[in-house]
């Protein structure tokens, strides 16, 4: 029974992917200038018939329909076509970029529930308390600070006034050692994590004091476990479940946050790579970044379903698709 | 409920909040015109100036006054979200209400649609649909030249996107609701399925549309905002405060306090709507645990 449902999302989501995938070539060709006229600009040699037959080549005088297909042919068999600004086969440009980004939002995710996990749970321990309003007041202001504003504040504070971090780029010229690296990456690092951990707490908070309200905790209680024995012994591991479930639906938010953090400290990743290519008429290098991106959240929304029902023995499969 | 709204503290402030920043953001004009400022004049001589008496909060890089520019930019900023916010509700509500009220195959359908525009990954797509060039589209010149087409375009691509949770929560309102008793008397009565959605149903389900609104409305500022801030949403010279942030990049080294306002300001609106999305929630839900 899972195995079929795992089988019938994977093709569900192919089928949504296909379907996005349509949707983001066209919009594509929507975007200003087209890469004959690009050419033409760059080569004043070029004459109009240069131009037709340029087009006729690249099959540009084709209805969108048909040059779709003929992209998404030459896409199935791993070719995504050529990055005008790279100089290079836009699936060879993504790689180091691919490692970047995951490099940084893997980071930073692993941080907030660092963070956002036991601050929750301390939360829910204490609800109305004092601690609790000020670990909500922080939450909101997490949420609600602009990620790009953050950035500008940590590099004047940090970079500018005091001096004490790199302001962006991904390493020093001619130095580029673990530690160098490491250095560029605390601002990024840190921005993401202020712009994501807010919303991880506050579920880790409601989750688990939804939790500590069943009949088990009273139970346990009752047999004269300490809080501690309760709530690690037995509270958290369905607190969590939620939270897992939240952690994959986040991942588009995640690469959003991604892309602006990326953009304003210069790192090289998915995200930055997309807005330059997008800004740099770079036409396939963008079709392929926003394609990695959406499958990036269709995998986040596959493995919450998925995950959901793996983890928690109690969801039957009609449940879950009653309660959709 | 009003009662209840009213112990939520934050959200009391924040709606006391808002209602100022709105007062002197479309009171811009005039308060321009009281302390003799002026969002437009460039004064090359008085570039980048500490605050003063002229100047309230100093000027910026072509030496115009920072503090008129911050409240025209308001004026766009708060605009364009609550249209946005507006548009979003309008279209989500409408999905989700024939969705839930017509269901089976229809219901499904919309409903993958929904889930689709979901997993759109969603800063990416806007910044796609903030270059789309206008005239490719067939639109006439004398539109895609316009000075305000930066406003209503940004208006347009945040509600395409932005509908989906309004169209949830709709839709799963409507469920419950047409399952109730006076809904089927109203059936019984042959009321058309126009009226039973308009009278019957969209009135019970107010409450979650106002509160996802609200919420809405802080996150559609911080697209806005960052949109502006790359260079692909409210176009200079019209003040936004995202856009007010683009130069303020360039001028970090330079002339860091440039920086602070805007951004303060969008922090501060946007920490309000959560902070009264929150306590309506509270006085409208009373039966959501938190």
């Known amino acids: 029974m899972i195995f079929r449902y795992t089988v019938e999302r994977i093709f569900q989501s192919l089928l949504v992917l296909l379907v996005l995938s349509f949707l983001v070539y066209g919009l594509i060709g929507l975007m200003p200038g087209d890469p004959i006229d690009l050419m033409i600009q760059s080569d004043p040699n070029l004459t109009a018939g240069d131009a037709q037959r340029l087009k006729a080549i690249h099959g540009l005088d084709q209805p969108l329909f048909e040059r779709y297909a003929a992209w998404l042919g030459n896409a199935v068999q791993g070719d995504f076509g050529y990055s005008r600004n790279h100089r290079q086969p836009a699936i060879d440009v993504i790689g180091d970029r691919i ?96 712009a994501s951990v807010g919303d991880f707490t506050r579920f880790m908070r409601a989750s688990m004091l939804q939790t500590l309200r069943q009949d088990f905790i009273r139970t346990a209680q009752a047999k004269g476990l300490s809080m501690t024995q309760v709530v690690v012994g037995h509270a958290l591991r369905n607190a969590m479940l939620p939270l897992v479930t939240i952690i994959a639906l986040s991942f588009g938010r995640l690469f959003s946050g991604g892309l602006i953090t990326e953009t304003m400290f210069a790192w090289q990743g998915m995200g930055k790579m997309i807005y330059d290519a997008i800004l740099g008429n770079d036409y396939n290098l963008a079709l392929i970044g926003l394609m990695f991106a959406t499958a990036l959240t269709l995998i986040g929304n596959f493995l919450a379903d998925i995950g959901y029902v793996w983890l928690d023995p109690r969801v039957s499969l009609t449940d879950r698709e009653r309660s959709q | 409920m009003l009662r209840r709204f009213l112990q939520h503290k934050m959200a009391v402030l924040s709606l006391v909040t808002l209602m100022l920043l709105a007062l002197v953001s479309t009171g811009a004009p005039l308060i321009e015109g009281l302390f003799g400022l002026d969002a437009q004049a460039e004064n090359l001589f008085h570039r980048s100036q500490p605050p003063s008496l002229a100047h309230p909060l100093g000027t910026d890089e072509i030496g115009r006054d920072l503090l008129a520019r911050l409240l025209h930019g308001g004026r766009v900023s708060l605009a364009v979200a609550l249209a946005a916010a507006l548009a979003s509700a309008v279209i989500g509500t409408i999905v989700g209400l024939f969705a839930g009220y017509y269901g089976g195959r229809f219901d499904a359908f919309l409903m993958r649609f929904t889930d689709g525009v979901i997993s759109l990954p969603l800063l990416p797509l806007l910044i796609v649909l903030a270059a789309i060039d206008l005239s490719k589209l067939g639109l006439p010149d004398s539109f895609t030249q316009s000075e305000n087409v930066s406003l209503y375009r940004i208006i347009l691509i945040i509600s395409i996107v932005g509908w989906t949770t309004v169209a949830r929560l709709v839709r799963a309102e409507t469920l419950t609701l047409k399952q109730r008793e006076f809904v089927r008397a109203a059936v019984a009565q042959g009321a058309t399925n126009g009226r039973i959605m308009r009278v019957h149903i969209l009135p019970n389900a107010v409450s979650p549309i106002i509160v996802a609104t609200t919420l809405s409305v802080g996150n559609i500022i911080l697209f806005e905002s960052v949109l502006s801030f790359l260079g692909l949403g409210i176009q200079p010279p019209v003040a936004s405060w995202g856009n007010m942030l683009t130069n303020a990049q360039e001028l970090i080294w330079s002339a860091p306090q440039l920086a602070v306002w805007p951004g303060l300001l969008i922090f501060v609106t946007v920490i309000a709507f959560n902070f009264l999305g929150d306590g309506l929630q509270d006085a409208l839900d009373p039966r959501a645990i938190d």
């Not at chain 1, 301390?122 to 790009?148: M, Q």
């Open chain 1, 99 to 194: 490692v970047n980004t995951s490099v940084l939002l893997g980071l930073s995710l692993i941080l907030s529930l660092a963070i956002a996990i036991p601050v929750g749970i301390y939360a829910a321990l204490r609800p109305y308390s004092k601690t609790d309003y000020a670990v909500n007041l922080a939450c909101f202001a997490g949420i609600s600070i602009p990620p790009f504003w953050l950035a500008l504040l940590l590099i004047i504070l940090f970079a500018i006034v005091l001096g004490w971090l790199p302001a962006g780029g991904m390493m020093t010229i001619g130095d580029g050692g673990i530690i160098d690296r490491l250095h560029h990456l605390i601002l990024p690092v840190v921005t993401l994590t202020i």
